[in-house]
């Protein structure tokens, strides 16, 4: 796991009492089935960085709604290098393939040195990319539980400015996350408990395939 990860506790509960909120369902499930659809690319990059393919899936649903035109850093457009942070990647003559990019993104973000994928682990990743602020206000970050059971209202709506009654409008990666692994039935007692994805969960794929 993360050395000194604060929240592997909180994470497993939370990852294991979140339900999506009813009338919900469909709009998570189609963001899951986007994900299903791309998988084939996701585990070629999966193949280069070590990074699991759901988590590659979530982020590339976070920051560019599963496009495959899109950089996977922050959405922008394949057809030249990022303008929004991180700006100027993928070092390089544009366009861009979307696999190099995505190799880019996740070596920028140092996820190909991550060696032990457990869920609570990847909540932390989700979590620190977006930021720790939520804590501060009392409530699970929306960024990770938006559209579940642990998310109601309260959000960051630039720059260090909370409004303690704006709703986020984006499901969140945590609920996401829980989704995609349902689908491809890659929840074990292990996993729930915060074992790694690769240890565990690669292990019960075998059966399937």
């Known amino acids: 796991m993360i050395p000194n990860n604060p929240y592997t506790s909180s994470y497993i509960s939370l990852f294991n009492m979140m339900v ?3 009338g919900s369902t469909p709009v998570i499930h189609a963001i899951v089935n ?5 998988k084939a690319q996701y585990k070629e990059v999966e193949a280069i960085t070590g990074v699991p393919w759901v ?9 560019a709604n599963n496009d495959f035109t899109r950089h996977l850093h922050n959405g922008d457009s394949l057809k030249s ?15 861009f393939t979307w696999k190099a990019s995505a190799v880019d993104a996740l070596k920028y973000m140092g996820y190909d040195k991550v060696t032990d994928w457990t869920v609570p682990n990847m909540l932390y990743l989700f979590e620190k990319y977006n930021g720790f ?27 260090g400015k909370y409004d303690p009654n704006a709703v986020s409008r984006q499901v969140g990666a945590g609920v996401i996350l829980k989704t995609v692994m349902q689908k491809h039935q890659l929840i074990t007692a292990a996993i729930a408990a915060g ?15």
């Open 81 to 95: 290098k990022t303008v929004n942070v991180p700006k100027g990647r993928p070092i390089g003559v544009p366009p």
């Open 34 to 38: 986007k994900i299903t659809a791309g």
């Open 20 to 22: 999506i909120n009813p």
């Open 55 to 63: 988590f590659i899936g979530v982020i590339h649903s976070m920051e």
């Open 133 to 159: 602020g939520y804590r501060s206000k009392g409530i699970y970050s929306p960024y990770l539980w938006s559209f579940s059971n642990l998310y109601i209202k309260g959000k960051y709506t630039a720059d």
């Open 195 to 209: 074992g790694s994805f690769f240890t565990m969960a690669l292990i019960t794929l075998a059966f399937f395939f």
